[in-house]
């Protein structure tokens, strides 16, 4: 089996190593605009050889688009009409809206697999790559009635084999639901990093003060801009109506604080305190 990873970053990268653990026979072309990456991947292992997009879509079984989401609404049209008539196309997207009505124009839309590994780090790149990145994640999939049978299972499999859950929505409830547990943290985090070093000029009392709780919570913030702008651009609708929500509480709270309520301000961290119990819940799932 040939499989192509157009993009051969942190998720693309992870996806190659994760898959040639399960299936030592198949061959991985990496297809990436950056010639560094390209050697980089090379050099990890991630794939075997390094192609232009031209060439390597038309060997393949299997194309996995893990660019960043602008990047794969302009390749998906070129990358089916590339495709070989048996072959499939799957993304690694973070939004699904666009990219499934982009891919329902095209006369091979069965042909497509609209996926999204819920997996990620901070960093970027091949050299942030690793084997164990998606396993025991979970895998939306959405709008799978509009994909062919065959392309269907073929996903499935890989993702499945890897040890992955997988969870079907349609394109909608992916982003709406994306906007409130990924995106919106990813804001806050950017802001959160934003405020401090606008307040807090000196850099070394930043490092010398940080804690383990700052460090986690702007973590988040180091993840890369060209991969996040394209998502909140994509699914900007449900990210303004995520960051209003939470607007609206963070003013609440500042109310509670100016008006020195501490009754109030337990409460609403007592309210707050509820998600440990919806998380343990889904961990013992």
Request: hydrophobic share 45%; proline share 5%; aromatic share 6%.
């Amino acid at each position: 089996m040939n499989i192509s990873i157009i993009g051969v970053g942190l998720l693309g990268g992870s996806f190659a190593l994760a898959v040639r653990e399960k299936y030592p026979k198949a061959r991985f072309i990496g297809v990436d605009a950056s010639s560094v990456n390209g050697r980089l991947a090379l050099a990890k292992g991630i794939v075997d050889e390094v192609k232009p997009l031209q060439e390597a879509v038309p060997l393949s079984d299997l194309v996995v688009l893990a660019t960043p989401v602008n990047v794969i609404l302009d390749l998906l049209e070129p990358v089916l009409d590339l495709l070989p008539a048996d072959g499939t196309v799957t993304d690694l997207g973070s939004t699904k809206g666009l990219i499934c009505e982009r891919a329902d124009a095209h006369p091979k839309r069965a042909r497509f697999v609209a996926a999204h590994p819920m997996a990620g780090t901070e960093n970027s790149g091949p050299g942030a790559a690793f084997r164990d990145l998606l396993p025991t994640k979970n895998l939306i999939i959405c709008d799978r009635e509009k994909s062919h049978p065959d392309s269907l299972k073929l996903v499935e499999a890989l993702f499945l084999d890897i040890g992955m859950k997988i969870f079907y929505m349609t394109p909608k409830e992916h982003d709406l639901h994306l906007a409130y547990v990924s995106h919106l943290s990813h804001i806050s985090s950017f802001a959160l990093g934003l405020t401090v070093l606008e307040k807090e000029k000196d850099e070394q009392a930043i490092f010398d003060m940080a804690s383990t709780g700052f460090s986690s919570t702007v973590r988040l913030a180091k993840s890369s801009p060209q991969m996040w702008a394209p998502i909140f651009d994509q699914n900007r609708a449900n990210v303004s109506q995520a960051l209003g929500d939470y607007i609206e509480l963070l003013q609440e709270f500042k109310r509670v604080i100016d008006g020195q309520d501490l009754h109030s301000s337990l409460h609403f961290m007592a309210r707050a305190n509820d998600i440990r119990r919806v998380l343990e819940g889904i961990e013992r799932k």
